[in-house]
């Protein structure tokens, strides 16, 4: 036994080793905003999250998610207004570990996602606010319905993903929308109206 896990301790510390080594080697990352590469970059979805999250009868804050977002980022650190933002989330990948609730949310009843499989948002103005942060607004269209909408956007970091080898720029995002605006209003005001928007997204050069 004490030889079998000695084999099991060596085994795994051969094959961390490689990873290890390639992560120390790894060129840093790096959070100046001024050092971004400009040019156009793509979504990367695996990275790229949008969370929901909305009262439920005021007891607690329910959340859900949205995954394979798609879409373009371009942008120039020295003229930050000059940003554009076009992004696509399918609507069918809502997700809140609840099975039967995730089905209730594709139904006509919530998001209607066979008849509405997209959200999508492009933006029409950039805002810098600070350092590091800017306000995007665009146009939302959801569920049929096209209003403007604008995001509070934090730059998080750049550089090359050691893993990927692809380089990688991230940023953080807030906002809320009613979803009666969108004619989503089912159980409202029970379950709440606003909805706020949590984002993490990750964009890389193609």
Do not use: C
Request: hydrophobic share 40%; net charge neutral; proline share 6%.
């Amino acid at each position: 036994m004490h030889h079998t896990l000695k084999t099991l301790a060596l085994g795994a510390a051969l094959f961390a080793a490689p990873m290890l080594a390639q992560a120390q080697s790894a060129p840093p990352i790096n959070a100046n905003p001024a050092a971004v590469q400009a040019g156009a970059y793509n979504v990367e979805p695996t990275h790229t999250r949008v969370l929901l999250a909305v009262s439920h009868m005021g007891f607690t804050t329910w959340y859900s998610q949205f995954t394979n977002v798609s879409g373009t980022l371009t942008l120039d650190p020295k003229d930050v207004s000059a940003t554009t933002l076009d992004i696509t989330i399918p609507t069918n990948t809502i997700s809140t570990t609840n099975t039967k609730l995730d089905g209730e949310l594709n139904s006509p009843a919530w998001l209607d996602t066979a008849k509405y499989p997209t959200i999508e948002f492009k933006s029409t103005k950039v805002v810098r606010t600070g350092h590091d942060t800017a306000k995007v607004t665009g146009e939302l269209t959801f569920h049929g319905v096209t209003l403007p909408e604008t995001l509070n956007v934090t730059f998080n970091a750049s550089g090359v993903n050691f893993l990927s080898k692809q380089y990688t720029v991230g940023f953080n995002a807030t906002g809320m929308i009613k979803r009666s605006d969108f004619n989503v209003k089912t159980y409202v005001p029970v379950i709440g109206d606003d909805v706020s928007l949590i984002i993490s997204a990750a964009f890389v050069k193609p």
